[in-house]
């Protein structure tokens, strides 16, 4: 019964403060998204029930999950790693250990998400967030919870495996960190905002940049990076033109995920 009562008491306290997050979103997107707008739309209710039902949902259950599996990769990397390893990266300044734990995590967010347009099994679920056909701030929690929990996995895996990360509470704070910047970009880079920054955007992703990764026409399966271009360009997937796609979601005739690009 008490353990029941705890339960009902987080959850309570993590729907309250989603809450909160969605209320400031609203307050920053919604206007921003009425006077800058890439291209107006209408947003059926039904479209807008769902995204809110997922944004709560992909809020809760893909890092209640990966928190319990990063535990357990954790242990497994105390047990099989030197000492010396995580010894080292915790002896790293704050500053520092983080900036390296952002690149480290982005390159595992990026080769987990391209695998997901490559593997027809992870394309199943990652297909979800390409499905609306209308970019808004909101989208950036449109997915399958399985497809979140895959491509955290591939970005935090390799944290806990390094020694930048670890089951202690200090050693906690940094993958909270990833995933706390990772998700506020996320809503940005996902906002229907003509916004264009310039050089800036071979340093930093940006509106343009990820609608380009949403478009359903050709060039198809570019733009992997969620808030870092260069490995894209690194990667030969950049794709970033003047303008913007005409069309988004999935097109009829796309082509299967084992018939596409490298």
């Known amino acids: 019964m008490n353990q029941l009562l705890a339960y009902l008491i987080t959850f309570a306290v993590n729907a309250g403060r989603l809450s909160v997050w969605l209320v400031l979103l609203s307050l920053v997107f919604v206007p921003l998204e009425r006077w800058f707008a890439v291209r107006k739309a209408n947003l059926p209710r039904r479209a807008l029930a769902l995204n809110l039902g997922l944004y709560f949902l992909n809020s809760l259950l893909p890092a209640a999950i990966v928190g ?11 047990a099989l790693l030197p000492a010396a390893l995580p010894a080292a990266m915790r002896a790293l300044p704050l500053a520092l250990k983080l900036a390296l734990s952002l690149l480290i995590a982005e390159v595992g967010f990026y080769w987990g998400h391209r695998l997901s347009h490559r593997w027809p099994w992870l394309w199943r679920y990652h297909s979800v967030h390409h499905q609306p056909a209308h970019l808004y701030f909101l989208i950036n929690t449109h997915a399958h919870p399985l497809d979140m929990i895959v491509t955290r996995m ?46 800036l955007e071979s340093l930093i992703a940006t509106p343009a940049f990820h609608h380009w990764h949403h478009t359903s026409v050709a060039p198809l399966d570019r733009n992997f990076s969620s808030t870092l271009p260069f490995l894209d360009r ?22 299967a995920p084992h018939e596409r690009q490298p």
Request: charged residues 5%; aromatic residues 12%.
């Open 154 to 199: 591939f970005g935090m895996t390799p944290l806990y495996v390094l020694g930048l990360a670890g089951a202690s509470a200090s050693g906690s704070a940094t993958p909270a960190l990833v995933i706390i910047i990772g998700t506020i970009w996320g809503f940005f880079i996902h906002s229907n905002l003509r916004v264009r920054l310039g050089p």
């Open 234 to 255: 690194i990667f030969g997937t950049w794709h970033l033109p003047a303008g913007w796609p005409v069309a988004y979601g999935i097109a009829q005739a796309a082509p």
């Open 68 to 78: 319990a599996l990063m535990s357990m990769v954790a242990l497994a990397a105390q």
